[in-house]
């Protein structure tokens, strides 16, 4: 793979997570391919596999904007790892109902081909996002 292939994929990712911090869903969901299989972090308030885009914002986007006040997520780095491109950072999140703040540290990986995600990984600290909810 040429490393024009592989910055484009990073600059693709990021694009998406700043369509993300903006509220854009509809620009953040273009990016996703239309069986985009999301796996959200097993015993998190989100855990499960999601398959196609509807799929994610019934299962994740939506709850997601019901259950925080504030949900944020601060990129610390985007690696290049060719056709994968690995996310680190933390989620800053305020609860929608007890008011609890938490920063918690993820790593999302994301599988990119023909210029869309078809395939997102979440690895966090599903305690602690439980435990504010």
């Known amino acids: 793979m040429s490393s024009t292939t592989t910055r484009s994929n990073v600059e693709l990712v990021e ?23 999301w796996v959200a972090v097993a015993g998190g308030p989100y855990g ?4 196609g885009p ?13 259950d925080w006040r504030e949900f944020g997520l ?3 780095a985007f690696l290049d790892a060719g056709d994968t491109v690995v996310v680190t ?3 800053d999140a305020t609860a929608a109902d007890s008011g609890e703040t938490i920063e918690a540290s993820f790593a999302h990986v994301l599988t990119v081909e023909d210029g869309r995600v078809t395939r997102f990984v979440e690895y966090a600290d599903s305690h602690l996002l439980r435990q504010a909810l």
């Open 54 to 66: 509807q799929a994610v914002a019934e299962g994740v986007i939506q709850p997601l904007a019901e």
């Open 15 to 37: 694009t998406l997570y700043d369509a993300f911090a903006d509220g854009d869903m509809e620009r953040m969901m273009a990016g996703w391919a239309t069986d985009i299989e």
């Open 48 to 51: 499960g596999t999601y398959t």
């Open 89 to 91: 950072g933390t989620v």
């Open 74 to 76: 601060v990129e610390k």
